[in-house]
């Protein structure tokens, strides 16, 4: 009987008999047996009975006893196209000893096919002869299609591949997208076995697909379905591709005859299409296109289809953006062609051995060699003359060895040769090109690289520098005649008019009579007039000259304010009040140039007094808010009830040499320059000035000036009151009046007096004599006051021990500069008028003690003249109780002055290099260090000036340094002087 799947021991033995008992062996090999779910079947060949396992009935998709098993049950099972292979492996099976492993198909009673596979063996008698088959049956189904998946993946790869190559192999013959599309078309629609194929693309500008290609297979008549897609014009959403672009999705469509959304309904049923599928050609900006391909058959929807023409559609995407981008790219290179071939300047490359690679027309033009000719050349031999050749070759060895630019990406003024060796001077700009791709002569195509050359001939602008330079150098000639004409004319007015008003000064010195008094007055009045009107001209001049310079210094802004009062208050009439109004309180010091400023406000009130004949004329001063590095903007408002000015001469006025009427210059005088002069003064500070006025109605001037505040000025001007000094004084000057009154002058003031005629006699007697003060005429025949100043410094009479002060009629500020230059310590302008005299005096001779002139004055007052002389310079008490307690040591006191005046001059040398080397530091550790000693000695004014250099310095305001360090000069050698001549 057949053997039971529950008694594994009665299955034939198919290998050694085991050690183990045969029940556990018989249990072991059930167990796995259906952990496999594996069914066991056995045929009788000797009783054709046939046994089947539970298993084995489940295998087969059978109820366990729902058919008598045999052989033919199971082929009756068997898919009919599997039975003639698995008798046939039966038959195999029988002439050897095992069964081969047989795979076919089950028909299940549902319908389904399963795969089973069988693996089983022979049994044989004595004389080997089959008796029994038997095997085991397994459910591979899960195998077999995986398998067959696996098989079906593969197949799409390389359809997927030959379709991607098919694609790749049209695009890359194409260079059109029109050329690429028939080809990409005809290659798919062959590969996937469809009939008819077309695509649409968007119109530009529009949102708008327009038929574009067509491809129809062999044999398939689709020419009137063609036809009117090639008339059509199809909108987002409307119709098949309208959907896809909308959508930007694919769409596949079974039976388009029947589709509500396909428009040619009528005329695909007539060429007999069925199925349609449409894929969207995308780009990076989104889809621009669709491609749509049609069947005869009607086919269901294949992801795998959709997938490979998505990828398609992408492909084409992505070539359309590269012909758009070798497009540009081609358009952009022909643009910069024809910006190189139309450039104004000459465009050369060259390779990395000089050979020219390019040459613009402009180049053909400026070197007289056309591009033909020159190509392949080598610029040195071409364009550069031959004294520079081996230097431009040494430069290309050394960038190509180094890298190291010397001469590229600059602007440089060279030399060049043209074809018939005319050298003449370009601008050459020249720039490294590594990108760039040529031929070399022999060789294969390669990296090379290349520099670009930019080059202009600048003949025309070297002729126009040149004329340029002879029109700077006229101009500049002219302005120095001018100068100098200024100059002359400065000195032959003033060298008269300094005796006019000297001697109308000494005049009314003396007893006179009321009458003559008053005539004097009248004649001192029109020279000051005749020395205004000078000063305007000057002032004008360097105006156009553009030689004023604006200085910026700290100065007390209410004691310039009562200054311009106090000048103008004389000019003003009876019955006509002058008054200063301040808006609120105004800060104790301002940073400006107090001279111009004085000479605006003076100026604007002299205006307003002169033609105000009853009424006011007021100064008002108003500040706004600081700005945000602290300038307060200040508004300077004169305002007088005068005759007023007409409105359409409001500008004219502000002209040189103009007035707001012809009879203005008779009635009132002037000479048209001083508004127009404080105009351009305002406007140099940084301000303005503006007028409101009306005939008949008075004038208002508003000046507007930034001024920064300061710390507060110390009072460091002489008291007023008559100044008293003594020194022996020698005037240098070789016009007899001038000489004359400038004696008169000193003598007044406690000084006695030499004269001489010229420079020589002046070295003469300064080298036989002792003097306290030269005054120096600079213009003088001969030996000049220049060149007798550098004498005598040369001869070793140096600025402490002989002060010289220029007197002279230049008036300029560069004939100051060079009265420094020359050696000399002050200048005074001529006419010298007594106050400026008495100024100069005061800084040079107030601790002189020389011998009394004849009219000097009994020894007392000169005592008492030198006391008040030394009080501008010390604080009398302190620097007497000082000594009084130094003497209480004998010598102590002359020790204290020897060392303040040693170390004195050693801070000065200290404080000139810290001052040269802009160490603003060091200037003001020194400043400070002279200061306490300063104070402590007395000398109240030359600390003050110490105070204000130190204050600068930490500000890091080293002009004002330099000020306030010549100063502190000047005054040291005043005190030093006073306390080493013992007037103490």
Known sequence: MPPDERDPASLPSRGPTSTLPEADSADRLARTLEALQAGVWEVDLVTQRAYWSDSNYRVLGLEPGSITPSLDAFLSLMHPEDQVGALAGLREGMRGNRMPELEHRVIL?????????????????????PTKIWGISLDITDRKEA???????????????????????????????????????????????WDFGEVWLEESGHDR?????????????????????????????????????????AVWITNVQEHPAFVRRDLARAAGLHTSFSV????????????????RESRQPDREVLNMFGSLGTQLGEFMERVEATAALRES??????????????????????????????????????????????????????????????GMKRYLAEGTPRVLNRRLELEAVRRDGSIFPVEISIAVLRSWLHPRDGESSGVVPTFSAFVRDISDRRRAEHALRQAKEQAEATARARS????????????????????????????????????????????????????????????EAGRLVIEQTPFDLDQLLDDVVATVRPQVKPHVELALRPDGALPAAVIGDPTRLRQILVNLAGNAAKFTNAG??????????????????????????????????????????????????????????????????????????????????????????????????????VAPGPVAVSGHVLVVDDNPVNREIASAMLRHAGCSVDVAPGGAEAIDLVASGEYDLVFMDCQMPGLDGYETTRELRERGFGSDRLPIVAMTAAALAEDRERSLAAGMNDHLSKPVLEGPLLEVLARWLPHRSSPPASDAGSPSEQHDAADAAASTLFDIDTVRRTRDLMEEIPGSWTSLVDSFVTQGHETLDRLAAALADARCDDVRRIAHSLKGSSAMLGARRLSAWCADLEQAAGAHRMV?????????????????????????
Request: hydrophobic share 45%; aromatic share 6%; with cysteine.
């Open 484 to 543: 100098e004409f200024l100059a002359v004319m400065s000195h032959e007015i003033r060298t008269p008019l300094n005796g006019v008003i000297g001697m109308l000064n000494l005049l009314l010195k003396t007893s006179v009579s009321a009458g003559q008094r008053e005539q004097l007055h009248t004649a001192l009045r029109s020279a000051d007039v005749l020395l205004a009107v000078t000063n305007d001209a000057l002032d004008f001049s360097k105006i």
């Open 616 to 717: 006011h004329v007021h100064i008002r001063v108003v500040t706004g808010a600081p700005d945000e590095d602290g300038t307060l903007p200040f508004r300077f408002v004169v305002e007088d009830t005068g005759i007023g000015i007409a409105p359409d001469k409001h500008e004219a006025i502000f002209q040189a040499f103009t007035q707001a009427e012809t009879s203005t210059t008779r009635r009132f005088g002037g000479t048209g320059l001083g508004l127009p002069i404080a105009r351009h003064l305002a406007e140099l500070m940084g301000g303005s000035l503006s007028l409101t006025s009306s005939s008949g109605a008075g004038s208002t001037f508003e000046l507007r000036i930034p001024l920064k505040p300061a710390a507060a000025i110390r009072d460091t001007t």
């Open 960 to 984: 004002l340094c330099g000020q306030l360090a010549a100063r502190v000069r000047d005054e040291f050698a005043a005190v030093a002087r006073a306390l080493t001549n013992g007037h103490f």
């Open 280 to 295: 969207p050609i995308v780009r990076r900006k989104g889809v621009v296109g669709v491609l749509q391909f049609f069947s």
């Open 147 to 193: 398998q067959l998946f696996a098989r079906r993946a593969r197949e799409r790869a390389e359809r997927r591949s030959e379709a991607q190559a098919s694609v790749s192999r049209a695009l890359v013959a194409a260079q059109t997208i029109d050329e690429a599309i028939p080809a990409v078309l005809e290659s798919f629609g062959n590969l996937v076995d």
């Open 109 to 129: 009673p549902d319908g389904r096919v399963r795969w089973v596979g069988h693996v089983g063996a022979v049994i044989r008698n004595g004389d080997g002869t």
């Open 209 to 249: 697909l327009r038929f574009v290609a067509a491809w129809a297979r062999a044999g398939f008549n689709a020419r009137d379905f063609e036809a009117q897609s090639r008339t059509m014009s199809v909108s987002r959403r409307s119709g098949i591709p309208g959907l896809v672009l909308e959508r930007g999705e």
């Open 333 to 394: 290179e022909r643009q910069m062609r024809d910006i190189i071939d139309t450039a104004l300047d000459a465009v050369i490359a060259i390779d990395d051995r000089g050979v020219i690679r390019d040459w613009n027309p402009q180049a053909e033009r400026i070197f007289g060699w056309t591009a033909d000719e020159v190509v392949g050349r080598h610029l040195d031999e071409t364009i550069i003359p031959e004294t520079y050749r081996e230097a431009h070759r040494r």
